[in-house]
């Protein structure tokens, strides 16, 4: 049986349409799941949506719609965004379903039961915007320590989950899973800033809005977000029921989340799952933020442009690939309309497009489109060729410690010594010898290789471009064990593929 491999988006909220910083983590997970499934994986990639809380029954409001009517138009527009960007998600959660709804009530009335969520007090700041709670340390100048807007003071009962409980449990378990949180910097700071100092019990319900799940057995309670939204990564499964699909892909193998809940996915959830009695996930990777001008781009500030203007303008894999290869993964970076262009002009116009489109024209010019190879091989060949067989396991274990900038750099590398590989073999006058029409063969051939294994490779990353070159080359054996083919023999005719990526005008 294969192997299985889970992996989840964060479930996004939506309070407005999505923006260029949700494609972020989204196309890293696509690029992700993409890659363990052409490994031969089992994958189950889930992403969703987070649709209950204050703010959006405030959103809808503003707009004269009920809340329901309010998400069901943004989530409809968010599919539409995620196919026009190829996003192969196996499941789409909404905390509104009806199956997630019950599983949640469910859950919370198990730790209820079991005394791990208990009935009390809560009083606190509260930050509107972000839905979030924060301690009088941390809003210590009134201010949400997320978004600088002011935090307002609440009172009212509440329920509890006991999370001070936990507070050993998870101490033992970092030390025993060093790559339960990733980067390190990010552990460091979990232990440091909030497990060490002491663990409050956590506020796991309010009164003060109505857009949620009620408590079953106390209906002025809705249940708050957190308990809502986490566990969406199991009621999806089945649980509470201990489903097949459960059974097989529970424990997650990688939640990828923004630095900013790495808290919620490294405290929280494990306790919650503990408090389960269920094996906590493999591995939390906390990713950085695409910053526009200086600042996070957000819906609150709105300052950010629909991602289809870029994906018209641009096509949809100069987007992804912008993504996945211009910051480092883990780290915040810049994202602007000029280093899109940048990036698709210098690295998928130039080396990757032109590499293309001019080996295969020469192969049909030079051969007829069809080739074989001759073996005629010069010690020039070398560099070229060693590092074209060595591309799978490179790439194979960046992607595994989630380098997925480094893998896209190292694919293309051999890209840019392909074309290297053209400039030293000078094809053009080996053409005019007939004597060295074998050895213009083989060069021909070591080129078709090189674009062959990138592109089985880059299907992971950049699909739809993937698909063009496949059409060039005339191959359709095009999944991972294809990497492995010794020989492939190009006798079904190369075809000229259309432009690859056109170069865009820097104004
Ligand atoms: N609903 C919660 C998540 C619950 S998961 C059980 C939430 N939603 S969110 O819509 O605010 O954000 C979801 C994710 O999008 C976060 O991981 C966040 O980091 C990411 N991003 C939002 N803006 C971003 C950027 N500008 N850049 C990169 N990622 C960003 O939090």
């Not at 930050?127 to 320590?145: H, M, N, R």
């Not at 033992?172 to 019990?201: A, C, Q, V, W």
Request: glycine share 6%; proline share 4%; aromatic share 12%.
């Amino acid at each position: 049986m294969n192997k299985k491999f889970y992996i989840t988006t964060p479930i996004y909220y939506p309070s407005a349409e999505f923006h260029i910083g949700h494609c972020y983590t989204t196309i890293i997970a696509d690029a992700i799941a993409r890659y363990k499934r052409l490994s031969g994986y089992d994958v189950f990639f889930q992403t969703g949506t987070d649709e209950h809380g204050l703010k959006i029954e405030n959103k809808a409001k503003e707009a004269g719609v009920t809340p329901k009517e309010y998400v069901d138009k943004i989530i409809e527009n968010a599919k539409d965004l995620w196919q026009s960007l190829n996003i192969s998600y196996d499941f789409f959660i909404r905390t509104t379903d009806d199956f997630h709804v019950k599983r949640v009530q469910e859950i919370f009335k198990k730790l209820y039961d079991q005394g791990d969520i208990y009935k009390g007090e809560y009083k606190g700041l509260y930050c509107v915007p972000c839905e979030s709670f924060w301690t009088e340390t941390q809003a210590a100048d009134g201010k949400c320590p997320d978004c600088g807007r002011d935090v307002t003071e609440v009172t009212e009962e509440a329920y509890f989950f006991r999370l001070s409980k936990y507070q050993h449990k998870l101490e033992e378990f970092y030390e025993t899973h060093p790559h339960f949180i990733e980067p390190e910097s990010r552990k460091n700071e979990m232990l440091n800033n909030f497990i060490r100092p002491g663990l409050e019990d956590l506020c796991v319900s309010r009164t003060s809005f109505t857009w949620g799940i009620p408590v079953t057995f106390d209906e002025k309670h809705v249940i708050y977000v957190w308990i809502d939204a986490l566990t969406n990564y199991i009621t999806s499964l089945g649980y509470p029921e201990e489903t097949p699909e459960f059974k097989k892909y529970w424990p997650a193998d990688l939640h990828l989340v923004g630095k900013e809940i790495v808290r919620f996915h490294t405290i929280i959830w494990p306790a919650i799952l503990m408090a389960l009695g269920l094996e906590l996930p493999h591995q939390v990777f906390g990713h950085g933020w695409l910053i526009i001008d200086g600042g996070k781009i957000s819906k609150s500030l709105g300052n950010y442009k629909d991602p289809r203007e870029y994906i018209n303008t641009y096509g949809v894999d100069a987007v992804r690939y912008f993504a996945l290869r211009e910051v480092p993964f883990g780290s915040d970076g810049t994202f602007s309309e000029k280093a899109l262009i940048t990036r698709t002009n210098g690295d998928l116009c130039n080396i990757l497009g032109n590499l293309v489109s001019r080996t295969i024209q020469m192969g049909i010019k030079y051969f007829n489109g069809v080739v074989k190879n001759p073996g005629v091989s010069e010690d020039i060949d070398a560099y070229l060729v060693d590092s074209i067989n060595n591309l799978k396991s490179v790439v194979s274990e960046k992607v595994d410690a989630l380098k997925i900038n480094e893998a896209l750099e190292c694919i293309f590398e051999v890209l840019r010594k392909c074309n290297k590989y053209i400039d030293d073999t000078t094809p053009w006058v080996l053409a005019k010898e007939e004597d060295k029409l074998p050895r213009l063969e083989t060069v021909i051939y070591n080129l078709l290789e090189g674009i062959r294994i990138c592109a089985i490779l880059l299907q992971a990353f950049i699909p739809t471009t993937s698909e063009k070159i496949f059409k060039g080359l005339n191959i359709t054996n095009t999944d991972f064990s294809a990497l492995d083919i010794k020989e492939e023999v190009y006798n079904l005719g190369l075809e000229k593929p259309a432009n690859l990526f056109e170069r865009i005008k820097e104004d």
